[in-house]
């Protein structure tokens, strides 16, 4: 796991704990203490990484934007509507290839901004991204799909068209290890991209948390 998620999944494991134990309302003063300062070192840790050290948000904004359009391109690809014949009539494929050419196209933003946004986030999780893809390559090229020098996805249309929608809902559709590691990798991202935006805000609650 890359150091980003490690030090993300270590500062929440600290806040949620250190969250539990703070029943009061108006919190223990040692507690809120301690929980402020896990903030505060979290902070230091992601702008030693370059994250959340820009003023401008706007390429955070762009990679979080990208990788919900990506998060949501897979989402549609589980219908499993788009696997079968509707009764009594024969099956159209063409949702199908739709939705695996709108699921590409998400993938290929999400690369883009994250090369915009560069860093510690790009090189971490393209790294993922890309070695998630590589395990299942031949799954891909099977359908039609490969991987660039670039790390963006190329389709062979022709390819794709002819692939069995079985060979698609197995890589992509619910169940496929493929599907879950991406989505993981995707709300990592993206809730690391919000605690960055959060951190330049400045903005801390009664109990020492960083408010968006």
Known sequence: MSSIN??????????????MLNKSKSGNPLINQLISNNEIKYQQKMESLGIGTTKNNTRYKNVDNATNHLLDALEKLDDKDLYTAESGKEYDKSKLIKGVTNFVAAYN???SNLDSCGGALNKNFKTE??????ENAASFEKIGITINADKKLSVDQEKLNAANQE?????????????RELISSANSMD???????????GTYNANGFMMY
């Open 6 to 19: 490690n030090s993300y999944e270590y500062y929440q494991c600290n806040q949620s704990l250190l969250s």
């Open 109 to 111: 933003s999400t690369i």
């Open 129 to 134: 991204f890309t070695d998630t893809f590589k």
């Open 191 to 201: 809730s690391i991209i919000n605690k960055a935006l959060a951190m330049r805000s």
């Open 167 to 179: 060979d698609i809902k197995a890589l992509l559709g619910n169940g496929s290890s493929y599907r």
